[in-house]
């Protein structure tokens, strides 16, 4: 993985080449693509894996654990990502972290053939664990790449990254279950394993070798750790992902017992929620990089706890909103869209607020801060599905959802504590104390930007 004579800066500076525009586009549609194909086999066996298990006379606990393993490496491996970064090429972890996926999935289809479940769940596991560590790679990969190459375009690229994984969550669960009925265990991984052996190809002549590594002005962990106000964004957009995931796991027994209606309708809901990040991400992450990102980012602190109320509905506003399909699936479609104004912004502002306080801010630094950034989207989904089985078997959808909006409101008052802090950063910068100004005290007129 040692950096390779190749690598191309995405500025020419000191005689390297320059990134050609065709070079930043290829490199940013196979980044999308490698991510694609990484969440793909993430959700892939979400759909057929119960059942077959159930088949197999393997337990729903044991069936959840093989489940959870990606997440939670995603949680352990980004951060460490972000390290390397700092010493090899993110070309060949990239390419090296594909091949990985390709093997492992392909490893995966032999799994039908075990006879013993004992072995059979053990193995899944480890190879669970594999996928997930070499994803956390491949999303710290593409942020940081990303950011390299659009400095100027953060949160619309962010945007769409996000919504190539999440047309890869909502899709690939219905696609695994065409394939397991086409063809099985067997076929369910061999298909996916194709697919990821074409990105992995597309990839290696596809991916210009954008440099992340440490550059002289050095840069570690423990400068980003320490500063909350740097790293809070991230832990709002972990908190806006409890929110999203809160209610995956308990929306097809409330649709089944409230409606009488199946999985089905569940999947038509859950699918609805997804396309509602999906059709509106580019257009607000547009509109973040050309307006004040901490609007978005405080917006969703307020609307998305309110949102909630009309999830259940909440008990007081039963004499005004009757439980419905209708009203499930608008709900859900309203998050969607405003999840996004929490989650998508949060690199941007992470970048903006370090640059503030310290004047700069190293390639080392922004490995870090991508990689906490990606860390915070599984933390959250963790978090919340963890969450909603616990208070779902004590109270309803409707009280479950209520309390946990009312929780997310502490949320708030911290996004509101965490304006003041950036503010009087800001306001200090711009007279002098600090090195520099940004967005929210910008000169009117002034597109200047810090990071």
């Known amino acids: 993985c040692k950096k390779s004579e190749a690598v191309v800066s995405t500025q020419s500076t000191g005689g390297e080449p320059e990134t050609t525009s065709f070079q930043k586009i290829c490199t940013f549609i196979m980044i999308n693509l490698s991510l694609f194909v990484s969440y793909a086999l993430y959700t892939l066996p979400g759909a057929f894996l119960p059942v077959y298990n159930l088949d197999r006379g393997i337990s729903s606990a044991s069936t959840g654990i093989i489940l959870a393993c990606?997440?939670?490496c995603y949680i352990i491996v980004c951060p460490i990502a972000g390290k390397l970064l700092d010493k090899y090429s993110a070309k060949n972890m990239l390419l090296i972290s594909t091949a990985m996926l390709a093997v492992v999935t392909f490893a995966s289809a032999a799994l039908g053939e075990i006879k013993s479940n004992a072995l059979f769940i053990t193995l899944i596991v480890l190879l669970r664990l594999i996928q997930g560590a070499n994803g956390g790679v491949i999303d710290v990969i593409a942020f940081a790449i990303t950011a390299k190459i659009y400095p100027n375009n953060i949160a619309l690229t962010t945007s769409i990254i996000e919504t190539s994984l999440n047309l890869a969550v909502a899709f690939s669960p219905f696609l695994g279950g065409v394939f397991y009925e086409a063809g099985g265990f067997y076929l369910s991984f061999v298909v996916t394993a194709c697919a990821v052996t074409v990105v992995l190809v597309g990839t290696f002549f596809g991916v210009t070798n954008v440099n992340t590594q440490r550059?002289?002005?050095g840069g570690n962990l423990t400068s980003v750790l320490k500063e909350v106000s740097v790293w809070f964004p991230a832990w709002h957009s972990a908190a806006c992902m409890i929110l999203f995931n809160f209610y995956i796991p308990i929306l097809s027994p409330y649709v089944q017992g409230a409606f009488g209606a199946g999985p089905t309708f569940a999947g038509f809901a859950l699918l609805i929620n997804t396309a509602g990040i999906c059709i509106t991400a580019p257009f607000l992450g547009h509109a973040m990089d050309k307006l004040n990102p901490y609007m978005f980012m405080?917006?969703?602190a307020f609307l998305l706890p309110v949102a909630y109320w009309f999830l259940g509905p909440s008990p007081f506003l039963a004499s005004v909103v009757a439980p419905s399909k209708t009203q499930l699936v608008v709900t859900l479609a309203a998050i969607g869209v405003l999840v996004p104004l929490g989650c998508y912004p949060g690199l941007l502002i992470m970048f903006d607020v370090y640059t503030v306080k310290f004047g700069k801010m190293p390639q080392a630094v922004k490995n870090y801060i991508?990689?906490?950034?990606?860390?915070?989207?599984?933390?959250?989904?963790?978090?919340?599905?963890?969450?909603?089985?616990?208070?779902?078997?004590q109270v309803s959808f409707s009280l479950s959802t209520t309390y946990i909006s009312f929780a997310f409101f502490l949320q708030t008052l911290l996004v509101i504590w965490w304006c003041v802090v950036v503010y009087r950063i800001k306001w200090n910068a711009k007279h002098g104390k600090l090195s520099v100004t940004s967005p929210l005290l910008a000169e009117e007129g002034s597109s200047a930007r810090s990071y």
Not at 373 to 389: E, H, Q, R, T, V
């Open 70 to 72: 990606v997440p939670l």
């Open 298 to 300: 405080a917006a969703s």
């Open 370 to 393: 991508t990689a906490i950034y990606c860390a915070s989207f599984p933390l959250g989904g963790c978090i919340g599905s963890a969450m909603s089985g616990v208070i779902a078997e």
């Open 215 to 217: 550059d002289e002005a």
